[in-house]
């Protein structure tokens, strides 16, 4: 038997992968399973953007490209900085990679040594303290409450640095939680960072997905200062419903943006020269199936925020963006159905999936166990029917 490296330690398959398997099982013989699992649109491409990528082929181009992107692409992501952020970067200063968790991937590998901190608000997508973990640094979680929105307050920001902190990772609005910041608060944070020479690493892949017209903002066009000390990450999964493509981008220093080049160069090279034309018509092209998702998006999160809250023992906080609801079911800890005691969010998860037929992801590995995330990547009538269900089992846990 070869004995795996000692990086595996601690490496699993997550959770969320496990409950997702044991949903498609369970759908696989015959079980009527709604699935507030996803981590991605449930829309499909836009045409206009598969027809980009038809001509692509066509043309020929399928041959390897820069490893950092082809300059089409990369004026496509300058132009996007300038007209949706306020923010000019040159070609140097952008990578384009293998998704945006490729992006984040590659940065972490560029800027760690052992013993640095990376500063992670919890709730937290999954992958950041591995990557960090994996990257030779480690991670510092930083807890934030329902009751602050899922924001990291300055107090807590500051309480958690120490001589060894590198970076702090902003992603707004937010993976599990749908929080996201206003400039305002991105703007108190970014100073607390430049005061303690901090890189910020500010996840922006669901900049698009806002609602009640609540406008994002990208932290780096605080200043041109803060500018310099931020890798603003993004890509064309969320956006434009194209998470099989693995397109997404980074856009900051270029001496860091240059080291995460060359660590792409020796391991994944260029990402798929296909998908990189078709994101260029997404970026560039019509924006209305964009705006007709987000407003389908927030119909769906309405309908399910008032279903969940309708339920006794069940709370949840109404966030800013993103497609996901983190509700509170800690109020159920304790609670007993038929000789299954309910402790804890993978508890939860399980219940409902095997007495429900509703998949939902427990809150547990995004750091905080009081919670489950659910996606409303799915139709209204799922929606409506899966937060019934929920409604009902949650009410026979005694
Ligand atoms: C989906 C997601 C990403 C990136 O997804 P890619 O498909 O790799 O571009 C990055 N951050 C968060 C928080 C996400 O949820």
Redesign the pocket.
């Known amino acids: 038997m070869i004995k795996l490296s000692g990086r595996m330690n601690g490496l699993e398959e997550s959770v969320t992968l496990a409950i997702t398997a044991k949903a498609r099982a369970l759908k696989a013989e015959g079980r009527d399973i709604i699935g507030f699992g996803a981590?991605?649109p449930d829309f499909d491409t836009p045409q206009n953007i598969k027809e980009a990528a038809i001509k692509a082929i066509n043309g020929g181009q399928t041959k390897y490209t820069p490893v950092g992107g082809i300059n089409e692409l990369k004026d496509a992501i300058i132009n996007k900085f300038r007209k949706d952020n306020n923010l000019a970067y040159s070609r140097e200063e952008i990578i384009v990679?293998?998704?945006?968790?490729?992006?984040?991937f590659n940065l972490f590998q560029a800027i760690l040594d052992p013993g640095d901190e990376v500063i992670i608000p919890a709730p937290y997508?999954v992958?950041?303290p591995v990557m960090v973990a994996l990257g030779g640094g480690t991670p510092r979680i930083v807890n934030t409450s329902e009751a602050e929105g899922f924001r990291m307050s300055l107090k807590a920001f500051k309480e958690s640095i120490t001589p060894n902190a590198k970076a702090v990772v902003i992603?707004s609005p937010?993976?599990p939680t749908g929080a996201a910041y206003t400039a305002d608060e991105l703007k108190a944070i970014a100073e607390v960072a430049l005061k303690n020479n901090l890189l910020i690493v500010s996840?922006e892949?669901?900049e698009k997905l806002a609602y009640d017209g609540f406008k994002t903002t990208s932290i780096a066009s605080v200043s041109d200062e803060v500018k310099r000390s931020t890798v603003v990450?993004n890509?064309?999964?969320?956006t434009y419903s194209?998470?099989g493509w693995?397109?997404?981008y980074a856009a900051g220093p270029k001496e860091i943006v240059k080291a995460m080049t060359n660590i792409q160069s020796q391991s994944t090279s260029n990402p798929a020269s296909i998908s990189q034309w078709a994101a260029v018509e997404a970026l560039n092209g019509p924006q209305e199936s964009l705006s007709k998702m987000r407003s389908e998006f927030e119909k769906r999160r309405n309908a399910m925020v008032d279903g969940l809250n309708a339920i006794v023992g069940v709370s949840c906080f109404k966030p800013q963006g993103?497609f996901y609801v983190f509700a509170n079911v800690s109020k159920t800890y304790g609670r007993k159905f038929k000789d299954r005691t309910i402790k804890g969010s993978v508890d939860m998860a399980n219940y409902l999936l095997d007495e429900a037929g509703v998949a939902v992801v427990p809150g547990e590995p995004f750091g905080d166990d009081s919670f489950i995330r659910l996606s409303y990547a799915t139709s209204m009538d799922n929606v409506v029917e899966g937060v019934k269900r929920i409604g009902k089992a949650v009410g026979e846990l005694k």
């Not at 990679?97 to 984040?104: D, R, Y």
């Not at 890509?235 to 969320?238: E, F, M, Q």
Request: net charge positive.
């Open positions: 981590g991605e990679s293998c998704g945006g968790k490729h992006s984040i997508w992958s950041y992603n937010s993976n996840d892949i669901y990450l890509g064309v999964s969320k194209m998470t693995r397109i997404g993103a």
